[in-house]
RNA sequence: GCCGGCGUAGCUCAGUGGUAGAGCAGCUGAUUCGUAAUCAGCAGGUCGGUGGUUCAAUCCCACUCGCCGGCUCCA
């Protein structure tokens, strides 16, 4: 007879069903319904198919799009409603994988020619008429043995060598009237369940992501229960665009490339190297106070010394060639902790003088494949704000803790607080026993923990020197970038023969600490241009204030604005030119300036400006000196929202104008 | 490095086997204006580079450099 069961549901309710009940039906007793909505259940927690067969007591929970694991299923399905579009379309094409991935979904064939963006047409019409058909997605279980027969006689080679590496001996596949897919699933019910999709671009990729594999041709999409998503995130792609920093750095005249200087070499112009000082002076300012001592070192060195340090070895495909100077070969620096090091050998160190802490924007050269570089974010030459922290093992994890704070609180300054945070293990390629290596990565969890820090294991990711703590922030669009990085080296001091006499008068060896908080200035600047698309703050704007003449007659008031400002330390420009003040506005609006100051007949008499903040704002007009004090006090503070124009209104202030919010 | 796409004026982009156009920017002049584009005139390009096919190449082909999207790698 048929027996029962109990289902428990996420509220606690519990509802006995008969053996054999499909995971649908159990939620449809709960009034959830296979609709738009449930796209599959989550049985014990697990993922299944709403036609999952329960055969004992569950917990059975509804799957919908919000969550991470419907929108899975729902892009997995997608990619395999694809796949079936490519394969009635090109026949001879070949399976490979196709998982969902944080935005979408893609999927590689095995294929005598790329995509076209025609194909990419023809496939999308498809998909549409497999949507259309509304077919139910059957999961089948077969033998290993079977499968592969069953995929080889489709000519799918690529998944019967996916089969051949499977531990299991059943697998199973999905059939949508149309594919059969080998998959672990689960999916939608039926391919009726996707309701906007659309293919973004092709590419090209290897089997397996490995270089040496046949390439793949790769096409990734994205797929939402409605168009009104689908729409809202081709707006966000624009969006993206419209903030690249390659652009904006362009267009704000901050940094250039150029063929015949080479690929991946930046030239800051005037405004980028004026965001730079106000970096790099925050940088030194809280370095000095942080306990650092600032270092300078050379761009090219003995290539002896990177055979010590290891790098010959190591980090040899990331290094310029060397060059022979007087029959001796240098190399230019991949890094710079070489240098530190030999600054700490530049005398006898006792373990009074530990930790030692050098700092320094040192600038290094890594060699790039050409296909990696991009604008800012990944370039040959660059600047890390680099540090080398020498101590006695007893103060490691103290010093790491502190170089954790000591980074958020620079990151928090920039305008950045969400981060990830990963402890990256010992890599294939690497100096050092796995006792050491166990060690300092103990040291970096430790730490971590005592800075209360959640963070997850990156394994076989760290140097080859040590293990590392990365840390990736999430800009404004909710990307993330790596940036700071926390490397604990006992690997190099042993490598340098680097000692301390220590309280018993015997030598000891330091532990080495390397750290960078923002990484590179030019990823960090990249980054720093997309997440405020252009509209840096006050504090690191490159024109802070533009002071803009209503007519000629203004001019002499203009320009003595413009030089009291100047004289106070303000970043101030003067638009004196004999144009309509509307066409200056929008020019300043267009170099995205913090503060327009616009001068006119009346306030020449009234000895005040008319404050116009970024984005439309009308601030209202005061004194010279009152604006003057208060930009002062914004960028000293390094506020990261403008404050003047926020303060109560006063009588005689009242903004006549006051709509688009900051920022456009 | 690999796969594909692209490269025309400072920028954004049209265009064609018969040696090139627009808008913006620039320059000159006029205009003197109250919060996102005043008007007119002028000037500006060996069509990324090299070689080939052709009577003729910016256009077709090969190579090369660079950029873009991926793969791989990474601060």
């Known amino acids: 007879m048929i027996s029962s069961i109990t289902i428990i549901y996420p509220d606690g309710t519990r509802q006995p069903v008969s053996k054999g009940s499909t995971a649908g039906e159990a939620l449809a007793l709960k009034g959830l319904r296979r609709s738009d909505e449930v796209i599959a259940a989550l049985v014990n927690g697990k993922p299944m198919d709403l036609a999952y067969r329960l055969e004992a007591d569950a917990t059975v929970a509804p799957v919908t799009f919000d969550m991470p694991e419907g929108k899975e299923v729902y892009r997995h399905s997608s990619a395999h409603i694809m796949a079936q579009a490519v394969k009635d379309l090109f026949p001879t094409a070949q399976l490979t994988i196709g998982p969902p991935i944080e935005e979408g979904f893609y999927y590689d064939f095995a294929y005598e020619r790329p995509f076209t963006p025609e194909d990419l047409e023809k496939i999308e019409a498809r998909i549409q008429e497999i949507i259309s058909a509304d077919r139910p997605f059957r999961r089948t279980e077969m033998s290993r043995q079977h499968a592969i027969e069953f995929f080889k006689e489709r000519g799918e080679d690529y998944k019967c060598e996916m089969i051949q590496g499977f531990a299991e001996d059943m697998v199973s596949a999905y059939d949508q009237g149309g594919l059969i897919d080998l998959c672990r699933g689960p999916h939608v019910p039926s391919t009726g369940c996707i309701h906007a999709i659309k293919l973004l671009t092709s590419a090209g990729a290897y089997w397996r992501g490995d270089e040496r594999n046949p390439m793949l041709q790769r096409i990734y999409g994205t797929s939402f229960p409605t168009k009104k998503e689908l729409d809202a995130y081709l707006h966000k792609l624009e969006e993206i665009k419209k903030r690249d920093h390659r652009k904006l750095g362009k267009e704000l005249e901050l940094i250039s490339v150029n063929d015949e200087v080479g690929p991946g070499l930046i030239l800051w112009l005037p405004k980028g190297a004026t965001v730079r000082l106000q970096i790099e002076n925050f940088w030194r300012e809280q370095h000095l106070k942080h306990g650092y001592e600032l270092v300078y070192s050379p761009h090219v060195a003995r290539l002896d010394l990177w055979k010590t340090s290891g790098h010959t070895e190591y980090y040899r495909e990331n290094m310029f060639a060397p060059m022979q100077v007087e029959g001796m070969d240098y190399q230019l620096k991949p890094m710079n902790c070489p240098f530190h090091i030999m600054i700490y050998k530049s005398r006898l160190r006792s373990y009074r003088d530990l930790p030692l802490r050098y700092a320094e924007l040192g600038t290094v050269y890594r060699y790039e494949r050409s296909g990696v570089l991009h604008g800012l974010m990944r370039v040959r030459g660059f600047t890390q704000d680099d540090a080398h922290l020498f101590c006695v093992p007893e103060q490691l994890e103290a010093e790491v803790a502190k170089v954790l704070n000591f980074t958020f609180f620079v990151l928090k300054t920039f305008g950045f607080t969400e981060y990830q945070v990963y402890v990256s293990t010992r890599p294939a390629k690497a100096v050092g026993s796995e006792e050491v290596w166990a060690q300092a990565t103990a040291a970096l969890e430790a730490a971590l923990k005592s800075c209360d820090v959640p963070y997850s294991i990156d394994e076989g990711e760290g140097v080859f020197y040590g293990p590392k703590i990365d840390i990736k922030i999430k800009d404004v669009l909710g990307r993330s970038w790596q940036c700071s990085t926390v490397q604990v080296d006992f690997n190099n001091p042993e490598r340098f023969g680097l000692e301390y006499a220590g309280e018993d008068g015997h030598p000891h060896r330091p532990i080495m600490i390397h750290r960078a908080l923002m990484g590179s200035i030019e990823r960090f600047f990249g980054i720093l241009i997309e997440h405020y698309a252009g509209a840096f703050p006050t504090w690191l704007a490159p024109v802070q204030a533009i002071v803009i ?64 903040r970024r984005g439309g704002i009308n601030a209202g007009s005061r004194l010279l000196d009152t604006f003057l004090e208060q930009l002062k006090q914004e960028a000293a503070g390094r506020d990261l929202h403008p404050s003047i124009g926020n303060e109560p209104v006063l009588k005689g202030e009242v903004p006549n104008r006051s709509s688009k919010a900051e920022g456009e």
Not at 574 to 594: N, Q
């Open 549 to 612: 003449a209503i007519t000629d007659k203004q001019k002499d008031y203009a320009q003595a604005a413009a030089r009291r400002l100047a004289d106070a330390g303000i970043r101030v420009e003067a638009d004196l030119r004999s144009e309509k003040m509307g066409f200056k506005v929008r020019e300043a609006e267009r170099a995205k300036i913090p503060y327009m100051l616009v001068v006119g007949d009346r306030e020449v008499e009234t000895g005040e400006v008319s404050v116009r």
